[in-house]
C-alpha cells in the first residue's frame, strides 16, 4: 500500500552498499505505470521504502510484461516488450485464479521501447525503439565512453515461452 505497486520483477538488484532497486506494476484510473522502487538497507526497510521513479506504460492499459529491469551508474534501464498484460485481463487473473501466460498478449506491430531513467532525478532521459522483441533477463549493462551498452538475448516474439511448460520439457 506505501507505494502503490500491485507486483515486482524476479530480479532486484542490490548495491554495494546493501540498497536494493526493484521494478513494479502499478494500475490506476489513467492507466499503468512502472514503478522504481528504493529498499535501504536499515532496519525500517518496509517503513523507508520509497518510488524513486514512475513512468507511464507506453500502452496505457497494457503494461508489458517486464522480468527484469537494468541498472547502470547513471540510469534505470526498462525494457518495455510488445508481450502486454491488459489490465481487463488482469482482473480474470486473479478472479479466476488462471496462470499468467493465459492472459499475456503479443502485439506483432508495436516496437520494443528502451527508457533510460535518470538515476538522480528520476525523470526519463531517454527513449529508444527497436524491432519487436521478447527477452527473459538483461545479460549486463553498464556506461563505457558516453555510451549505455545494454546485453540482451532477444527472441523475434514471446513463443519462447511455450518452450519452458512442462509439457513442452517433457
Not at 527477452?135 to 553498464?142: A, L, P
Request: charged fraction near 20%.
Amino acid at each position: 500500500k506505501k507505494v502503490d505497486v500491485v507486483s515486482y520483477t524476479a530480479f532486484p538488484h542490490v548495491l554495494k552498499d546493501g540498497t536494493a532497486f526493484n521494478l513494479g506494476n502499478s494500475i490506476t484510473s489513467t492507466g499503468a505505470y512502472y514503478n522504481i522502487v528504493r529498499f535501504p538497507k536499515d532496519d525500517q526497510l518496509m517503513e523507508r521504502m520509497e518510488v524513486v521513479a514512475k513512468i507511464p506504460a507506453r500502452l496505457k492499459f497494457h503494461p508489458s510484461n517486464i522480468n527484469m529491469f537494468g541498472i547502470t551508474e547513471n540510469y534505470f534501464v526498462i525494457v518495455e516488450t510488445p508481450l502486454t498484460m491488459p489490465v481487463t485481463s488482469l482482473v480474470k487473473l486473479v478472479v479466476m485464479k488462471i496462470p499468467l501466460t493465459d492472459v499475456l498478449k503479443w502485439l506483432p506491430n508495436e516496437n520494443t521501447r528502451i527508457v533510460l531513467i535518470n538515476r538522480t532525478t528520476g525523470k526519463i532521459e531517454h527513449v529508444f525503439q527497436a524491432d519487436p522483441f521478447y527477452f527473459v533477463s538483461i545479460v549486463n549493462q553498464y556506461e563505457k565512453d558516453d555510451h549505455l551498452v545494454l546485453d540482451i538475448c532477444c527472441y523475434k516474439n514471446s513463443e519462447i515461452i511455450n518452450a519452458t511448460f512442462v509439457e513442452s520439457l517433457r
